[in-house]
Structures are given as C-alpha cells and as structure tokens.
C-alpha cells in the first residue's frame, strides 16, 4: 500500500470511530487515546530525537490543566483563557530547558525529574491556587465556532483536529532542516558543534515545541476530565507517558501513538474484566522489551520484512533448483 | 455495536438460557448497581473491604432487592481521580446503571461529582470531603458514613469535657481529609475551653514519624488523624518513644479502625477514638454483619465494610418506596435522602436535606479483653448533623477546614 493511500485509509478509520465503537464510552476512550497520543509524541521529540529523556513532562502538561482550570475558575473565557495557558506554558517551558539543559543523559533526567516534582508539591501545597489536593474542577466546555464539545462524539472530533495538527506538525519537524540538525545533536554533538551549530539553542527550541504540545494535551485533558488534581503532575504521569513512548518505539511517529493506546486500553478497558491488569500490563512491557527492544511499531515492521523476505526467498530458491 | 458482546447482552443471555420456563422472571431487567472502588495500589486495602461489605449485603439478600433481581459491576479505579472519572463513564454510560456506591477517596469523589449530577445517577460514597454536602452539594449524592470532621467535632468536645485536657498537638497527613478532621477537632475542642499549641503534617508516605514526635512539648494530650496503614507505624513509635506514657493519644475512626484491630500491638492499647461505626455495636443486624464478615473474610470489619453494607441497605429502603423503580431518577434520589433506618450496623440515621446523614457518633478506648484488642464504646453522642451543634448558615459562612483554618492561636 503506497504511503497516501495508508495515510487516507487512517484519516478515514479515525474519523469514523464514532460511528462504528458504538457506546459513546468508547469514544471517550478515543478521544483519551488521542489525547496521551499527542502528549507522547510531544515527549518524543526529546526522548528520540533530541536524545534527551525526561522525567518532568507531567510537570509541563499539568501547567497547562492547571493554568486553564484556574483562569476558568476566575471567570475568563474559554479562548483567553487557553491563549493565556499556551503562554504560560512557553514561559515554563523555556524555564525547564534554561535549567536542565545545563546536563544531558542522567543529569538532564534528574534536573526535569527534580522540576517535575517540584511542581508537584507546588500543586499539592499551594491550596488558596490550586486547592490542594481537592483540586479544581471545571464547569463548561468550550464551543468553538459554535459547536458545543458537551457530548463524547463532538470532543471526540475536537481532539482530533488537534491529535493531526500535532501529528502534522511533528512530520513536518522531523523532515525539515532542523530536524535533521536536532538528530545531529543526539548522535554526534561535538562533531556538530565543530560544525558551527549551535547546539544548545537547537536543543532549547525542540525542548521548547516538546512543551508547547505537552501543554496542549495538558488542555485537552483538562476539558475532557473536566477536573485537574495534583494527581496530573505526579511522577506517576511522567513515568507512563515515557513508556507509552519507550513501549512504542523512539523515534519515531507512529510509536508514541501505538504506545499510548496500549496503555489507554489496558489501563480503562481490559481493567474491567482482569482483576490484576497491572500485572499483564507490565508482562506485556517485559515482552516488547524481550522480543522488540526498539519497540512496538519498529519492531513490528521488523517482524513483518523478516516474514515478507523470508516469504519471498523461498519460492525463490525453489526456482533455482 | 451490534457484534460485540458486551456484559449485559451476555447476562441476559445467559439469564434467557438459564431460565427457559420463566419468561416473567426473564423479561424484568435486574437493577444495576456500579461499585467503584479501588482494587490495586496502596488504597487497596480499605477498598477490597468495601467490596467485601457490599458483598455481604448482596448475599444476604440473595441479590434481590424490593423484588428485583440486581446486577453488580465493579470497577477498579486505581485510585486516582482520572481513573475514577473513565470508571465512572464506563459504569454510567456503557453499563447505564441506576446507582453509583463509591468511590473510596474523596479526590476521586470530587473529580466525579459534576459528571454524576449531570446524568443523574444517585451515588452513594464514604468518601468524607466535608464540601461534598455542605458548600458544593450535589443533589443526586447521598453520604451515610460521616464528614471529615463528623466525629473529630464530638472528639473535641469529649477531650475537653470529659478528659479535661487543655493543651493538646495535633498530627495528621498532609492532605484534605487530615485537614478537615483536625480542623473539626479544634473548633471545638477550643470552643470548649482547650487550646490547640501545635499542629504537624507529616507527608502521605512518611515512613519514620520520630522527628514529628520529638517535637511535641509542653502539652496535655494529642490528636491523629492518620489513615491506611498510617497508623500501625505511627502508634508503634509513639508508644517507643515514651510519649504514649506522657500523653494520652485521639484519634478519628480511620486511625482505629476495628479492621485495623489485628495489626495493632499493645502500641495502641488506651487510644481514645471517635467514629461513626463500631464492630461493638449492640444491634441485632450489626451481630449478624460482623459475625458474617469473620465467617466469609477472617477479619472484624471497620468502616469501610460496614459503610458499604449501610448503602446497600439505603438503596434497598429507596426501592422499596419507589415499588422498585429506577426510571424516575428525581423521585429516586428523593426516596433515598428520605430513608431513615434504625436497625442498621451503624445505629439509626436520617439524611439532612444535603444528603448527609444525621447518626450515632462513639466514643470509644481502645482495650484488650481475653486476650484480644477492641474498642470499646465509652460514651454516645447520638443524632449528630454535619454541623455538629453549630448554626448551618453560620457554619457555611466559614471557609471548608483546612492547613491554616482554623488558624493557631498565638
């Protein structure tokens, strides 16, 4: 199947998802996946192409619910209100990476960690900002252009809009020049700081578009949820989007999204009919870890050449003989 | 949709091929009934017991209630709040269920509460956010179990009145039921004539309470709010240090939970406790429950259990008045905020027109007799509202319980 052809067959499956899943607590289910899908594919961006692993995302996505539900509280509009999240969460972001783009490796990992917990506590102590730990709740959702995102299937389509924008745009970003450069300075930083680039400013703004869609998947989430709680920042939350995005596969655009349904669906559906989904959550880890250590999707593909050459091969060598 | 084989199309199915010569029986859809609570992770424990006081319930009354057969689903919501509100969608609209029983914590309660008011869906949780019934009601929601600061208002007035303490630390978790529990005990216990000194927060996960006690000084008494499996640590080393000699120890009804009977030591033993339910009540259905309980699980049931077996019975009493109905949601939700039983686990209650109920708040000391530690009830202090002795709109007027309210006084 010819790469148009496969992106069309996508588009037409994701927009219909609503009329096939039937019960609209599986659209909601969709849209969560979308939702952790544009998060994962916003960490990727550090994590495979900048070779940068963070453990503090959760901090940045928490910013964005956060800023939204109080600006909200506060009586702003819906559009102002997000505008003023998005900047909000440029400003950390650009905080974050001034910070712990000091190191990379494991000191980049403590630092993000360091600051991810941070806005935890800030989250969970500030009570007259946040509320503590009975967080904030949100009483309406938006209605752009007149559409009201009240019912599954609407949000459904709302995120959606924004699931392909963030997935365009990473596509975009990954085949452009300076993504080509952001791979340059996770395989040979020296050789491209020689090179006369400079790496500490393409690493700031690959940290600083990680976040911008971080936070927009923050905003998602707290519309969907229509609550936020200290719960978002946790390091819990950091920790499963980076395996949502290991489980997948680094590096590339399919994965972090592969990885955020699997954990999506073990986590809301299979946990209804097995008791101990936790555990077949983590044998299921243990096994693409095993059997595919590049994860999900490369591994896949891997699996599937093997087949399709071996296939090839053996009729073949039977021609030979 | 129509190729997938959902719970319910299995159940009637299988309740169709159970039962071929009894088409009635068949046709009368069960009452559905969601259970949220939480199955893994570290609030687990008090969760499976509230499955287990369900359970019980259930099997007493041979899953039938008011003459109709009812379904259970439970749902796992790992307790947190994102986790509860995809529960709570799954229960609500996949599995369109008449009542909601849960969730445990109150930050899942609170990240449901609007969802569920919206559908309208009677739901009926222990969770304790005192806001929950007092400054954000929510008019499909009905609590039996208490407040936050339901029984540490008598507690106050007990350890002033009847202990005559004057200076007294508090130390508690640091998060909102810790807040509004200790919160609660000060208002009154200071209304009362004592003082408050001194007022510690231990982090959720804190594992050597030694530093917190070393600093309590100059005191006649203190007060925990602890919870989990908090307490078992927390009585071990206070009773280590020697402060358990110098100063008697308070405490709300998850820091001495009867389930929590068989993990405690001599450690414990003279705690003073205020709680909404007692394994020790003297009530013909609470002999039968807790009788019940060791005979199916081995162990005295607290409150998560015997909570749990209370909703089952208001849902039973709501039914009865319907005739059984489910389909009018507001006259559902009004047979239930007007049940009022007298034989239950916990004693007579009523609900206030919030939904929070009105009851029995015990006192009790915690003993060991034959061998075996129990609390026993000391004192009652019977038909306590939500807002203890105080004006209501006085009482709402204030701001919700919590770190700096009521503040220290210097």
Redesign the interface.
């Known amino acids: 199947m010819s790469r148009p052809a496969a992106v069309a067959a996508a588009l037409l499956v994701l927009a219909s998802v609503p009329l096939w899943?039937?019960?609209?607590?599986?659209v909601?289910?969709a849209s969560?996946i979308l939702i952790y899908a544009v998060f994962a594919l916003a960490l990727n961006v550090l994590v495979g192409y900048a070779g940068l692993v963070s453990l503090g995302h959760a901090g940045l996505f928490g910013i964005g619910s956060y800023a939204l539900a109080w600006l909200l509280a506060d009586g702003w509009g819906h559009l102002p209100a997000a505008l003023a999240a998005l900047l909000l969460i440029l400003g950390a972001s650009a905080v974050f990476a001034v910070l712990s783009l000091r190191a990379t490796g494991i000191g980049f990992l403590m630092i993000t960690l360091a600051l991810g917990q941070i806005l935890w506590g800030l989250a969970?102590?500030w009570?007259s900002l946040t509320g503590?730990?009975?967080?904030i709740?949100v009483?309406s959702r938006p209605a752009p252009f007149g559409v009201a995102l009240d019912g599954?299937t609407p949000f459904y389509y709302f995120t959606l809009i924004l699931f392909l924008a963030a997935v365009g745009s990473m596509a975009v970003f990954v085949a452009s020049p300076f993504g080509a450069s952001l791979k340059g300075t996770r395989d040979q930083p020296r050789r491209m700081t020689a090179l006369g680039y400079n790496v500490w400013l393409i690493r700031f703004l690959a940290f600083l578009f990680s976040g911008f869609w971080s936070g927009v998947a923050g905003l998602l989430?707290c519309y969907y949820?229509?609550?936020v709680?200290p719960?978002?920042l946790a390091l819990g939350s950091s920790a499963e989007v980076l395996l949502m995005v290991i489980s997948g596969g680094t590096g590339t655009l399919l994965g972090p999204i592969a990885g955020a349904a699997l954990v999506v669906i073990m986590?809301?559906v299979a946990?209804?009919y097995i008791?101990?989904?936790?555990l077949v959550l983590g044998a299921i880890f243990v096994a693409i870890v095993i059997f595919m250590p590049e994860g999900l999707v490369p591994g896949s593909v891997r699996l599937w050449r093997w087949l399709w050459t071996g296939m090839r091969r053996a009729p073949a060598r039977g021609g030979a003989r | 949709?129509?190729f997938?084989l959902d719970r319910r199309a299995f159940l009637a199915g299988a309740a169709a091929a159970a039962l071929p010569c009894a088409p009635a029986i068949a046709a009368a859809p069960p009452v559905r009934i969601g259970l949220m609570t939480v199955?893994?992770g570290p609030l687990a424990q008090g969760g499976i017991q509230m499955e287990q006081g369900f359970t019980l319930f259930l099997k007493h009354r041979n899953s039938t209630l008011a003459g109709r057969e009812v379904e259970l689903i439970v749902?796992?919501t790992?307790g947190?709040?994102?986790?509860a509100?995809?529960?709570a969608?799954?229960l609500i609209?996949?599995d369109k269920v008449d009542f909601i029983v849960g969730p445990l914590a109150?930050?899942e309660l609170?990240?449901?509460?609007?969802?569920v008011e919206q559908h309208k869906v009677p739901m009926l949780s222990l969770a304790a956010?005192d806001?929950m019934t007092q400054r954000?009601p929510n008019a499909f929601f009905v609590r039996a179990s208490a407040t936050s600061s339901q029984c540490t208002h008598p507690l106050g007035d007990y350890a002033a009145k009847e202990m005559k303490l004057k200076r007294v630390a508090t130390i508690s978790e640091?998060?909102?039921f810790g807040y509004e529990q200790i919160g609660g005990f000060q208002q009154v216990f200071e209304d009362s004539g004592g003082r408050i000194v001194m007022k510690l927060w231990p982090p959720l996960n804190t594992a050597d309470f030694t530093p917190f006690i070393s600093q309590f000084a100059g005191i006649d008494g203190v007060m925990n709010g602890f919870a989990g499996s908090n307490p078992i640590k927390f009585n071990q080393q206070y009773a280590e240090l020697g402060a358990k000699a110098k100063w008697p120890i308070l405490g709300g009804w998850t820091a001495y939970d009867d389930a929590l009977l068989k993990s405690f030591g001599d450690d414990a033993v003279g705690a003073i406790s205020a709680a909404w339910y007692s394994s020790e009540i003297d009530t013909p259905s609470n002999k039968r429950f807790v009788a019940d309980i060791l005979k199916e699980y081995g162990n005295i049931p607290g409150g998560y259990a015997a909570g749990l077996y209370i909703n089952g019975m208001c849902i039973e009493a709501a039914l009865k008045k319907t005739g059984g109905k489910t389909e009018d949601r507001q006259a559902l939700i009004a047979a239930l905020r007007a049940v009022s039983l007298t034989d239950t686990p916990r004693g007579p209650f009523h609900f206030d027109h919030l939904g929070n109920v009105v009851g029995t708040v015990f006192i009790r000391r915690l003993e060991r007799k034959n061998g075996k530690l129990v609390n026993t009830i000391i004192k009652t202090y019977p038909n306590v509202s939500q807002f203890w002795t105080y004006d209501e709109k006085e009482y709402l007027a204030k701001p919700v319980y919590?770190?700096d309210y009521p503040p220290l006084k210097s």
């Open positions: 899943v039937g019960n609209s607590y599986y909601n289910i969560q969970y102590r009570i503590g730990d009975n967080g709740n009483n599954a989430f949820n229509e609550f709680s719960n978002v986590k809301n946990s209804a008791e101990r989904w936790n | 949709m129509a997938t199955k893994t749902a796992d790992g947190n709040p994102a986790g509100k995809t529960k969608q799954e609209e996949r109150a930050f609170l990240a449901i509460t609007n969802y956010a806001d954000k640091d998060f909102a919590s770190r």
